[in-house]
């Protein structure tokens, strides 16, 4: 029974790790895709002299705000992929690198990793709570950021459109 459960935790950890990686390879593109956008538009902006100023009131409001998601989406999508890094102290029983790091010498390391070695799937099943952990919130970082950029560039571009141009 025991093992049928570490069967099935080590294939859902395996599962876990490849969406993680798909995870990051979107918010990769994504990101990337970002900066270009951001950098045409602001190149744009820059060769005409743009100046949200001369806008009326309601073109200038709706930029400031387009402009603010198209950051905050930005940032969504950087927090994304931001290493976690996070252990306070070393725990019991060291599952992975940042477990192991916690310990301050090899020598309290080592009775540690026997205790985590008799319990092998404790080990497995503790890197698919953490793991599909952070799957969530990178999914949940890109959607943010996916639906600020969209809203951003969105009103960024109804804001252009509305008023011909940016001068």
Not at 55 to 76: D, Q, R
Not at 130 to 155: C, F
Request: with cysteine; hydrophobic share 50%; charged share 15%.
């Amino acid at each position: 029974m025991a093992s049928d459960i570490a069967s099935y935790a080590s294939t859902l950890l395996v599962e876990a790790r490849e969406e993680l990686g798909r995870a990051d390879s979107k918010v990769s593109i994504l990101l990337a895709a970002a900066g270009v956008a951001g950098s045409v538009l602001a190149g744009a902006s820059v060769a005409k002299g743009a100046s949200f100023t001369h806008l009326p009131l309601w073109a200038e409001i709706l930029g400031a705000v387009g402009f603010g998601s198209y950051v905050l989406g930005t940032g969504a999508l950087g927090l994304a992929l931001l290493p976690r890094t996070k252990h306070h102290s070393a725990p019991a029983e060291p599952y992975f690198f940042g477990h192991v790091a916690t310990y301050r010498t090899p020598d309290t390391l080592a009775p540690a990793l026997m205790r985590a070695a008799e319990c092998a799937e404790r080990r497995t099943i503790d890197q698919l709570w953490h793991v599909s952990r952070i799957v969530v919130r990178k999914y949940q970082l890109l959607r943010a950021g996916m639906i600020l950029l969209s809203v951003g560039l969105l009103l960024f571009g109804l804001t252009t459109l509305a008023t011909g141009r940016l001068t």
